[in-house]
């Protein structure tokens, strides 16, 4: 049996911080069960009883996972003394003390960014154990070839200190100074694309994530903007860390 205050369960389900919260539940506002509570600190057993704020059900859940559109100027952190955060989007969430980003992208880059408090899941969407996809949209510098990289999908690359895991590079376009690509990544190493490409011969000057596993950013975000994972999409990530 899993018991949690009243005023905490409504506030971990986003109904408003704590302290708005506990003005509904002594206005009467809220019922367990369909009787009135006015009483914060009750506890609610989260398998049986069924919460309502002016008789609408409050879902509540165990985890949070958020889709983000990394704009770039914003630094990969939960906090920072001179850089803006990513998390400073996320601040007027009632839950967002628990909340931390999966994985970096480095200052300059856009995209895919999975905003989460299950410190399970962002530990394995991060760890190259589990080899979980991440794929980049890129512009370098110089005219690439598809052709001229196909063994790096079964060798990898060495770089200066470091071997990768077997990568995948896909041209979109390739016009004399500029060439438009994917690459597909299986490890979250520092800098990773951009030392790829380096060592290739082809610096990056544009890096945005699109993809983490199963999930593609939402082409309908904004950059700065967030949306919470769907259902679907929260399971086939899971799946494919094995949780
Ligand atoms: N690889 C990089 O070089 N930078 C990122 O931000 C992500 C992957």
Not at 94 to 118: H, S
Not at 124 to 150: C, F, M, Q
């Amino acid at each position: 049996m899993k018991r949690i205050r009243l005023d905490r369960l409504l506030s971990n389900a986003g109904i408003g911080s704590r302290k708005e919260v506990r003005l509904l539940i002594k206005e009467g506002r809220v019922s367990v069960n369909n009787i009135p509570v006015k009483n914060s600190s009750f506890q609610v057993d989260l398998e049986k009883d069924a919460v309502c704020v002016d008789g609408e059900s409050v879902l509540f859940k165990k985890n949070h996972y958020l889709m983000f559109n990394k704009p770039s100027g914003y630094i990969t952190a939960t906090e920072d003394k001179y850089l803006p955060t990513v998390m400073e989007f996320f601040s007027s969430l009632p839950f967002y003390k628990k909340l931390f980003p999966v994985g970096r992208l480095d200052i300059d880059t856009e995209g895919l960014l999975i905003i989460t408090d299950d410190g399970t899941l962002a530990h394995r969407v991060s760890h190259p154990k589990w080899e979980l996809e991440k794929e980049y949209y890129a512009v370098v510098k110089g005219n690439i070839k598809d052709t001229d990289y196909a063994r790096y999908q079964q060798e990898g690359i060495k770089l200066k200190d470091y071997k990768t895991k077997p990568f995948k590079i896909k041209v979109i376009s390739a016009s004399g100074k500029k060439s438009e690509i994917t690459i597909t990544v299986k490890e979250g190493k520092y800098h990773i694309v951009k030392r790829i490409m380096e060592k290739l011969g082809h610096s990056v000057l544009y890096l945005k994530r699109i993809r983490v596993g199963s999930v593609k950013l939402d082409k309908n975000l904004l950059s700065g903007e967030f949306r919470e994972l769907t259902d679907k999409e929260i399971k086939q990530l899971k799946q494919a860390v094995n949780l």
